[in-house]
């Protein structure tokens, strides 16, 4: 799982440098004649790019040996699965697009179906995680309440 984490992070950072150099060129040249839905798409993926690419790189260290004593935030937590979301539904916004004779070109639609297969991975592993973390917080309890018991 450290692997895919890696992946993961790598996959989602090349996205965020990639949306923030857009926003930073929309911004620069004054396009602002784009529509409504297309800022809203961009803003939402610059967003959730930057907080999914945060979540890889506190979440890391869950995968070493010595595990860190703190949670991740439930917010950083939401905004990954949330980026997953959006993944998917991008995904899916482009295929229907296909579908419904937009005409996309062959390149985008290779794009798309590994947005999706990010969209679904990245969903998994932070299901994952938080079910590891959780499983040894209920360890790492009942080994308290066990030396307390056997401490009387």
Sequence with gaps: ???????????????????????????????????????????????????????HIVSLKYYTKKKPTRVISPLLQI?????SVFAVYVAGHEY????LGAGIPLDVLITMF??????????????????QIKQSEQASLDSEINTIGNSY
């Design 1 to 55: 799982m450290k692997i895919l984490k890696i992946i993961l992070f790598l996959v989602i950072f090349g996205f965020a440098l990639f949306f923030t150099l857009g926003v930073f060129v929309i911004v620069k040249e004054g396009r602002i004649y784009r529509s409504l839905f297309d800022i809203t798409m961009i803003s939402l993926c610059f967003i959730l790019s930057i907080s999914c690419t945060i979540y």
């Design 79 to 83: 905004m990954a699965i949330a980026c």
């Design 96 to 99: 229907t697009s296909l579908f």
């Design 114 to 131: 590994l947005v999706f297969v990010y969209g679904v991975l990245n969903f998994i592993e932070v299901l994952y995680l938080r079910k």
